[in-house]
T-cell receptor
Framework: SQQGEEDPQALSIQEGENATMNCSYK?????LQWYRQNSGRGLVHLIL?????REKHSGRLRVTLDTSKKSSSLLITASRAADTASYFC????????????FGKGNQVVVIP | GAVVSQHPSWVICKSGTSVKIECRSL??????MFWYRQFPKQSLMLMAT?????????EQGVEKDKFLINHASLTLSTLTVTSAHPEDSSFYIC?????????????FGNGTRLTVT
């Protein structure tokens, strides 16, 4: 089955710097989503990019999607200590039923 | 505020007992909810899709008799871990979408940390 997979990265950056993380997947998708998880909590949806979109912005977030390479990136600009969390990409397993396959996740630590 | 409520947030139980976890959609009806399991520092593993008024759909490798799912109403799904063993200790998370057929973003509960002693 297809699966979003991030490069196994743990980022540690200074506040104000940008954080970039990547995700790759294996099969065709309808859309790709990024979620954030604070330690011991549920996930919070950040942004959804459809397969016919190449780039999308939401506040300090910028997501790119390259369907030819089956990859996506999430950029957080001007990071804040509150951005410290794990970030997961997720792809739809089948169109229209919300069954999502999550990648391994990137742990980001923003040092004040 | 939270749109999906999960209860309890943590539970400790003895080996051999059963534990029920509830997942409620607070301000929308959810014909479908999803249950995941997450090990420390790992990703979410989809366990099953909970379907209102019908049987749950389990992912490959997930024991349906071990993890009983009931979705009796449009706002409530429950996951019961039966005859729990220490290896069932994990973080269980539910999610629900507001609907539509275009994979609209999911809303997640805050998870339940299960510890089986």
């Amino acid at each position: 089955s297809q699966q979003g997979e991030e490069d196994p990265q743990a980022l540690s950056i200074q506040e104000g710097e940008n954080a970039t993380m990547n995700c790759s997947y294996k099969t065709s998708i309808n859309n790709l989503q990024w979620y954030r998880q604070n330690s011991g909590r549920g996930l919070v949806h950040l942004i959804l990019i459809r397969s016919n979109e190449r780039e999308k912005h939401s506040g300090r977030l910028r997501v790119t999607l390259d369907t030819s390479k089956k990859s996506s990136s999430l950029l957080i600009t001007a990071s804040r200590a509150a951005d410290t969390a794990s970030y997961f990409c997720a792809t739809d397993v089948h169109y229209g039923n919300n069954r999502l396959a999550f990648g391994k996740g990137n742990q980001v630590v923003v040092i004040p | 505020g939270a749109v999906v409520s999960q209860h309890p947030s943590w539970v400790i139980c003895k080996s051999g007992t059963s534990v029920k976890i509830e997942c409620r959609s607070l301000d929308f009806q959810a014909t479908t909810m999803f249950w995941y399991r997450q090990f420390p520092k790992q990703s979410l593993m989809l366990m099953a899709t909970s379907n209102e008024g019908s049987k749950a759909t389990y992912e490959q490798g997930v024991e349906k008799d071990k993890f009983l799912i009931n979705h009796a109403s449009l706002t409530l799904s429950t996951l019961t871990v039966t005859s729990a063993h220490p290896e069932d200790s994990s973080f269980y998370i539910c999610s629900a979408g507001r609907g539509g057929t275009d994979n609209s973003p999911l809303h997640f509960g805050n998870g339940t940390r299960l510890t089986v002693t």
